[in-house]
Antibody
Framework: EVQLLESGGTLVEPGGSLRLSCAVS????????MTWVRQAPGKGLEWVSS????????YYADSVKGRFTISRDNSKNTLYLQIISLRAEDTAVYYC??????????????WGQGTLVTVSS | SYELTQPLSMSVAPGQTAKISCGGN??????VHWYQQKPGQAPVLVIY???HRPSGIPARFSGSNSGNTATLTISGAQAGDEAAYFC?????????FGGGTKLTVL
């Protein structure tokens, strides 16, 4: 059974940083691209970043470039999202999802339950 | 940048057919995927590559894509289908989501 479990969401002050993690199981992690998608309260889905199976390629939404860094540790079956210089508008539930491709272009066939990041003083 | 346009909301009576549109420039040339999201839950893939259903998704869910509009059709809508629905495509290496459609079954 495919499972994705996010963690690391918390309350953080503006300007702060944090790292989200997504631990996966039930499939060959290194064979799949992975992605982060966020959802602000009461809003729609917003793609944040994706990375290929090897971790050698990464892609970002313009709204997060320079502040977010996606990475993966295939030996630990874990996806990460490092966020710096947090802003109020980064407040959202952050989901990790598997992409049914090695690099990009597929559908998001499995999602985690999400982790909430709240940016507030 | 590429944009996808969905109606904000729509309603359907139980047992009737709901058609949710997703508009985009020449979207017929792209693969469109659809996700269902119920309140407090993560999104679930219901249609991939325009018209294919993942295992476990009821046959009342179907999809089509042509020209500038992709459509998710729910035939014989049930109360449990009440949810937000999002379409999604890729624009080169970027994931694009539609704004979402809140479907009410009443």
């Amino acid at each position: 059974e495919v499972q994705l479990l996010e963690s690391g969401g918390t309350l953080v002050e503006p300007g702060g940083s944090l790292r989200l993690s997504c631990a996966v199981s039930g499939f060959p992690f290194s064979s799949y691209a992975m992605t982060w998608v966020r959802q602000a309260p009461g809003k729609g889905l917003e793609w944040v970043s994706s990375t290929g199976g090897s971790g050698g390629s990464s892609y970002y939404a313009d709204s997060v470039k320079g502040r977010f860094t996606i990475s993966r540790d295939n030996s630990k079956n874990t996806l990460y999202l490092q966020i710096i210089s947090l802003r109020a508008e980064d407040t959202a539930v952050y989901y990790c999802a598997r992409i049914d491709e090695y690099d990009y272009g597929g559908y998001l066939d499995n999602w985690g339950q999400g982790t909430l990041v709240t940016v507030s003083s | 940048s590429y944009e996808l346009t969905q109606p904000l909301s729509m309603s359907v009576a139980p047992g009737q057919t709901a058609k949710i549109s997703c508009g985009g420039n020449n979207i017929g040339g792209k693969n469109v995927h659809w996700y269902q999201q119920k309140p407090g839950q993560a999104p679930v893939l219901v249609i991939y590559s325009d018209k294919h259903r993942p295992s476990g998704i009821p046959a009342r869910f179907s999809g089509s894509n042509s020209g500038n509009t992709a459509t998710l059709t729910i035939s014989g809508a049930q109360a449990g289908d009440e949810a937000a629905y999002f379409c999604q495509v890729w624009d080169t290496t970027t994931v694009i989501f539609g704004g979402g459609t809140k479907l009410t079954v009443l």
